[in-house]
């Protein structure tokens, strides 16, 4: 079944060690996002690749970065995690960027900093 | 500043009941608005999805309803059950080049034996 896939579900990470989530998709989308929901909140955006273009949030703070090596797969890198950097992370896909088009999300990966 | 309210923040209800979520948004320009379910520890999964133009769309259980003169969505949820126990998540896109989507803070419904 075409999908979107993160690797880990669950993720434990020591403050201020490096870590990396991935994200991949069956669905051949052009558009990916990452996403931060923290407990009872809302997703909030981190940054989207329409294709390789990649476009960050204002307020995404440079502690996260990603990566688009091709269409199938993007990661989330997290250089230095904080204890406020724990939190559910979402992928998300999008066929194209313009109206009516849905986002379909990822199971997502639960990040817990020690 | 685009704002998507969702009320109440949390309900619960008997099994085999029915409720309704409240959404009222001030997305501008509106482009459309969707409710997704989310389960604990999942990613949210699209339920309904509503244009400028419809006013109701079912799928299943749920029943979604749009005024776009007032700007409030509900989610009617029939005959309960307790895999409905979830949080549900009203989102507006908004109507830009690259149509940025606008996140309620979710209602979270808990449905009991």
């Known amino acids: 079944d075409a999908m979107v896939i993160q690797n880990p579900r669950y993720q434990v990470t020591q403050f201020g060690k490096p870590v990396t989530l991935s994200c991949s998709q069956t669905l051949n989308h052009n558009v990916m996002y990452w996403y931060q929901q923290k407990s009872s909140q809302a997703p909030k955006l981190l940054f989207h690749y329409y294709d390789k273009d990649f476009n960050n949030e204002a307020d995404t703070p440079d502690n996260f970065q990603s990566r688009r090596p091709n269409t199938s797969f993007c990661f989330l890198d997290i250089r230095s995690p904080g204890l406020g950097d724990a939190a559910m992370y979402l992928c998300?896909?999008?066929?194209?960027?313009?109206?009516?088009?849905?986002?379909?999300f990822g199971p997502g990966t639960r990040l817990t900093v020690t | 500043k685009n704002q998507v309210e969702q009320s109440p923040q949390s309900l619960i209800i008997l099994e085999g009941k029915n409720c309704t979520l409240q959404?009222?948004?001030?997305?501008?320009?509106?482009?459309?608005l969707r409710w997704y379910k989310q389960d604990t520890g999942r990613g949210p999964v699209s339920l309904t999805i509503m244009t400028f133009s419809e006013n109701t769309k079912s799928n299943g259980r749920y029943t979604a309803t749009l005024d776009a003169d007032t700007k409030q969505s509900s989610l009617h949820i029939t005959a309960s059950q307790l895999s409905d126990s979830a949080s549900y998540i009203c989102v507006v896109s908004v109507f830009s080049g690259n149509t940025p989507l606008v996140f309620g803070k979710g209602t979270r419904l808990s449905v009991i034996a």
């Open positions: 998300a896909t999008r066929k194209s960027l313009g109206d009516g088009y849905e986002q379909y």
């Open positions: 959404c009222n948004y001030t997305v501008s320009p509106f482009s459309n």
